[in-house]
């Protein structure tokens, strides 16, 4: 075989390997598979005088197959303020993140008291002061 045919048949294979690499990478970004922690929210709540929210959000997609879940609780005030934000795990059985994750929400005079459950782990209780000095 000619030296330049061999040289030309290394190029077309890389030109190729290259290609098909690129369409792998674009379909899988395309997908959704790779998912930068893009918050998705799961709900929202008030408290009963209409001056602070709670967004209960989940970061990305659990880890893949059956591992935990990043979650976020943001508290803003009625400007829509950020307050205070705190990330958590959420251990689920990789499930993604529903309200049915929130056991509870209680309104006190200086905090929120968020309770989270899931399957696979005990209650967690999470309190968020209203001030955050």
């Excluded at 209409?50 to 005030?77: A, C, H």
């Excluded at 990789?94 to 994750?101: K, L, V």
């Excluded at 989270?116 to 782990?121: D, I, K, Q, R, V």
Aim: hydrophobic share 40%; proline share 5%; with cysteine.
């Amino acid at each position: 075989m000619n030296k330049t045919v061999k040289i030309i048949l290394i190029i077309l294979s890389v030109v190729f390997a290259l290609i098909i690499g690129a369409y792998f990478f674009i379909c899988v970004l395309w997908s959704g598979t790779i998912n930068f922690l893009q918050p998705k929210e799961i709900g929202t709540y008030s408290s009963p005088d209409g001056e602070y929210s709670l967004i209960f959000e989940q970061m990305g997609d659990p880890q893949w197959p059956f591992g935990p879940k990043d979650v976020r609780l943001t508290l803003k005030n009625h400007d829509g303020k950020i307050i205070d934000r705190v990330s958590t795990q959420i251990n689920d059985d990789g499930a993604n993140a529903s309200e049915h994750n929130i056991e509870s929400v209680s309104w006190n005079d200086d905090a929120v008291i968020v309770v989270l459950g899931a399957s696979e782990m005990k209650n967690k209780e999470i309190s968020i002061p209203y001030n955050n000095s």
